[in-house]
């Protein structure tokens, strides 16, 4: 269930209480005449079912109460309530499946905003990875996948796309264009600095290593991988389940190529540098298709549903 509070002028209260009203899955309605001072207006609370509250909240926003009033949208983690339970059972579908569109927009814009903690976690991220592909170390690849923070920008990408918000798209497109140049222009001098105290060797970079050669290898695979994490992790934005986002950023060689493509750099290594470049765009673009076709197939499904509902 989620718990919405909203400022209404008072010209709009009655609008407001009637949208709640003839939406499947509210309960626990009240009404708070003259309660709000800024801006001024009445409060309106209600819950509603996960399931019904992109409705819910489409309906709000067509009645403006974004520019003249306030929604302000809670999870509720326990409810007790009959009505409740009721609420939930009449709304269509599963909450579980539910996408609310203006929370993924949000959620989507603050994660892919370029900021100096974003720099500091992808550059960390590409210089743990560094270390990983020069020692061939499989645990140092996997923990730079986990501290990467750019599947942020994929799904802000992939999210403009489908809501057709042009400004999240650009915004999500420059952290994460210049969030990779940034960290890998970093990793390059850190590299130099490595190999200047005989820490980083060009031996080390071409050697056999068994354990972290797929970073520069793309084939297929690595494109179908891609896919199907960018499935995953966008399924796990829209449905709150945010546990499989760490699954899905341990599974996309990103930030290990970007780093892989860094070390060759400074040694020459123009295959590698090349193969892993290639590797970083494969998988940025099979991560991007995927969550965009999952989105829009949410999206279709949700639409679908509730046709059949009103048909009931």
């Not at 796309?161 to 497109?173: F, G, H, K, M, Y």
Request: proline share 3%.
């Amino acid at each position: 269930m989620l718990h919405l509070r909203l400022i209404t002028p008072s010209d709009k209260t009655d609008d407001v209480v009637r949208l709640i009203d003839t939406t499947v899955g509210t309960a626990h309605l009240v009404v708070m005449p003259g309660a709000a001072r800024n801006p001024a207006g009445d409060v309106v609370l209600c819950d509603v079912a996960r399931e019904a509250g992109d409705e819910l909240l489409t309906g709000l926003q067509e009645l403006g109460l974004g520019h003249t009033g306030s929604i302000a949208v809670e999870n509720i983690d326990l409810s007790l309530s009959e009505r409740a339970d009721k609420a939930e059972a009449d709304a269509p579908g599963e909450g579980a499946d539910a996408v609310l569109w203006e929370h993924m927009t949000d959620a989507t814009h603050e994660e892919s905003t370029l900021s100096i903690t974003y720099i500091a976690f992808i550059t960390l991220a590409t210089m743990i990875a560094a270390c990983g592909v020069v020692l061939d170390n499989a645990i140092l690849i996997v923990g730079a996948m986990a501290v990467g923070p750019e599947f942020g920008p994929l799904a802000g990408i992939c999210t403009a796309i489908v809501q057709r918000a042009p400004r999240l798209a650009l915004r999500s497109l420059i952290a994460l264009l210049v969030g990779f140049a940034a960290a890998m222009a970093v990793t390059v001098g850190f590299s130099l600095f490595m190999d200047a105290v005989g820490l980083f060797t060009k031996a080390q970079l071409e050697a056999d290593r068994p354990n972290t050669g797929f970073i520069y290898a793309p084939d297929w695979f690595s494109f179908v991988v891609a896919v199907l994490a960018g499935a995953a992790g966008t399924l796990s934005l829209t449905s709150s389940k945010s546990g499989a986002l760490v699954g899905v950023a341990i599974s996309v060689t990103t930030v290990p190529a970007a780093a892989n493509a860094a070390v060759a750099l400074i040694y020459s290594d123009t295959n590698q540098a090349l193969r892993s470049s290639e590797q970083l765009l494969l998988n940025l673009l099979g991560i991007i298709l995927a969550g965009t076709l999952t989105l829009l197939t949410q999206k279709w499904l949700w639409s679908t549903q509730r046709k059949r509902s009103a048909l009931k």
